[in-house]
């Protein structure tokens, strides 16, 4: 059986640690993405960049067939209709992507109670909050709300972050309140393993499965079991 290619995207901290990472899916070979890219055989494309190779990869994916797994928030990808199977992902912690899933299904129920909704990442982050927009689109509070910390200090001393994952943290809470009430959920992902370990699910649900030549999230793929 030939491989089938998996090209990466971007030079940051995320499409190195997918491209370090030991994926061991044997029909699949992992590699960089080149500009010049002559592959013509239907591919996997995982986008981790800023976007300035996106019109690249969609034109590849046009017209090779490709998948593309958009790992990249607040791009025109969220909106775009296409003709090859293009998979949305605000997040690829599959503990996390399910708890997404669980409140774009319940959510609504709380739309009356006071939520506040708190955000942390690495400093070096400049993209939307993906993961917290689709929490507070679920929950029907408006992005504005949502609070952001990218301080160290009050990462380390307030949010008890370890020193040494600083740099390579996501951390959500939510707080729901009804008077003297309160529920508090919090997700907390250290490192890069479990968005590498969720990529290659995601990869895997690929392969196996013919997706659709339209957008999808990937909470579909969770909706209908696939992940």
């Known amino acids: 059986m030939n491989n089938k290619k998996a090209f990466v995207v971007g030079s940051?901290?995320?499409?190195?640690a997918i491209l370090k990472a030991d994926f061991s899916i044997p029909t699949v070979e992992l590699l960089p993405w080149q500009a010049s890219n002559t592959t013509t055989s239907p591919s996997i494309v995982i986008h981790a960049g800023s976007g300035r190779e996106l019109k690249d990869c969609l034109d590849f994916c046009a017209r090779t067939g490709s998948v593309l797994i958009e790992l990249s928030t607040g791009l025109a990808t969220e909106k775009l209709e296409t003709a090859f199977p293009l998979v949305i992902c605000p997040n690829t912690s599959i503990l996390l992507l399910k708890t997404l899933f669980m409140l774009q299904?319940?959510?609504h129920n709380f739309k009356d109670y006071e939520i506040s909704i708190m955000e942390s990442h690495q400093s070096s982050k400049t993209t939307e909050p993906g993961t917290a927009y689709h929490f507070a689109n679920s929950l029907h509070v408006p992005h504005e709300?949502?609070?952001s910390i990218r301080d160290a200090k009050t990462q380390a001393y307030k949010i008890n972050i370890p020193v040494a994952h600083l740099e390579k943290h996501a951390y959500h809470q939510i707080v729901i309140k009804d008077k003297n009430d309160e529920i508090k959920i919090e997700t907390k992902v250290l490192g890069h393993d479990s968005y590498s370990n969720g990529v290659k699910k995601i990869i895997e649900v690929c392969l196996k499965n013919k997706l659709a030549n339209k957008r999808h999230t990937v909470l579909d793929l969770v909706d209908m079991g696939l992940l």
Not at 12 to 16: D, F, H, I, R, T
């Open 12 to 16: 940051g901290k995320l499409a190195n």
């Open 145 to 147: 709300r949502v609070i």
């Open 105 to 107: 299904q319940f959510g």
